[in-house]
């Protein structure tokens, strides 16, 4: 129906930058919102960053003056630029899409595998 596929995870020291991107690809009538959630070890997931089809952005407290959302609508592609990594960002990052279902004719959220982000020196 509706996949979701992320990349660009791995290992980077701290203060280190790290380029996530997640390839929506399926039965797509159109994306509302996309966005990156993750979750650390032991605790809840939650939201980094989202924009909308208009491109407003809003972001976590945590994220925010450090990472970048930023999307490409002809791929159905959203990014998620991290610069100065913490430790504290180490988590498995999701993405996530507001989709309206081409078949189905409704709008749902989908999720991707995750990729995993540590960061450590």
């Known amino acids: 129906q509706v996949q979701l596929v992320e990349s660009g995870g791995g290992l980077v020291q701290p203060g280190g930058s790290l380029r996530l991107s997640c390839a929506a690809s399926?039965?797509?009538?159109?994306?509302?919102?996309m966005g990156w959630y993750r979750q650390a070890p032991g605790k809840q997931r939650e939201l980094v960053a989202t924009?909308?089809?208009?491109?407003?952005?809003n972001y976590a407290n945590s994220a925010q003056g450090r990472f970048t959302i930023s999307r490409d609508n002809v791929a159905n592609t959203v990014y998620l630029q991290m610069n100065s990594l913490k430790p504290e960002d180490t988590a498995v990052y999701y993405c996530?899409?507001?989709?309206?279902?081409?078949?189905?004719?409704?709008?749902?959220?989908?999720w991707g595998q995750g990729t995993q982000v540590t960061v450590s020196s």
């Open positions: 996530n899409a507001l989709v309206r279902v081409r078949v189905v004719g409704d709008t749902r959220n989908y």
């Open positions: 924009i909308t089809s208009g491109g407003s952005t």
């Open positions: 399926g039965s797509i009538f159109s994306i509302y919102a």
